[in-house]
């Protein structure tokens, strides 16, 4: 299983981006995919998530409102839509995956079994 965001950037307060996560090795409809993001001296947190077969999506009190998470099927990617962004939304975005409720995946750690971790890419929201 392979996971790659790609698609962060340098954008000014306020404004949007959309990175996009490439999914290979999975069985993409019942698994679920979400995004995560650390910023530096932060812990790792799990933004949002989706499970495909359902377009069930879960999203952190952090970004509700403002990120919306796609998938698309054919393409096996995943991506997430981000507007309205702040400095703090500054961080490396990376996706995840696992055959676990989105509740679970978010939660997850390095130490949690059966999860799929992808590189990142960088988000910085600066003026």
């Known amino acids: 299983v392979q996971l790659q965001a790609s698609g962060g950037g340098l954008v000014q307060p306020g404004g949007s981006l959309r990175p996009s996560c490439a999914v290979s090795?999975?069985?993409?409809?019942?698994?679920?995919i979400a995004w995560f993001r650390q910023a530096p001296g932060k812990e790792r947190e799990g933004v949002a998530c989706?499970?495909?077969?359902?377009?069930?999506?879960v999203y952190s009190d952090s970004v509700k409102g403002r990120f919306t998470i796609f998938s698309d099927i054919a393409k096996d990617t995943v991506d997430l839509l981000m507007n309205g962004l702040q400095p703090e939304d500054t961080a490396i975005y990376f996706c995840?995956?696992?055959?676990?409720?989105?509740?679970?995946?978010?939660?997850?750690?390095?130490?949690?079994?059966?999860?799929?971790w992808g590189q990142g890419t960088e988000v910085t929201v600066s003026s």
């Open positions: 995840a995956a696992g055959s676990v409720p989105c509740t679970t995946l978010l939660a997850a750690t390095d130490q949690t079994p059966n999860i799929y």
């Open positions: 090795g999975l069985t993409f409809g019942n698994s679920a």
């Open positions: 989706i499970v495909s077969d359902n377009d069930d999506t």
